[in-house]
């Protein structure tokens, strides 16, 4: 299985549902981690509530510093658009994908943002199956 670490600054929002989608749609295809600069140490109420809607309970996650993620060689690193550049991270592939933060938005907002990362994490998933 390929390694895949999804980044952002607080590790609340965007990181934590790309994990989530990365283990509903790629089970036995990536091992997944999601980390932050400056993780807040709590994922997002309104985070948790969106990815009910899809049938996944975030609730289960913990948000965690970039310094508590294995030590390994990572497939890809993708960093979420929230200006991190993670030169410490050993991966293969880096990508960010300049997603608007939507810890601020409307519910309805809240969730097209969360449709795009599904949909770029299933385009990472058929990627790196080919």
Known sequence: MKKVLFVCVENSCRSQMAEGFAKMHGEGVVEVYSSGSKPSGIV??????????VGYDLG???SIGLDQIPQVEFEYAITMGCGDECPMIDAVNKEDWALPDPKH????????????????VKELISKIKD
């Open 44 to 53: 997002n109420p309104k985070a948790i509530e969106a990815m009910k809607e």
């Open 60 to 62: 289960k996650h913990i």
């Open 105 to 120: 938005m409307n519910p309805e907002e809240f969730n097209q943002v969360r449709d795009i990362i599904e949909a770029e």
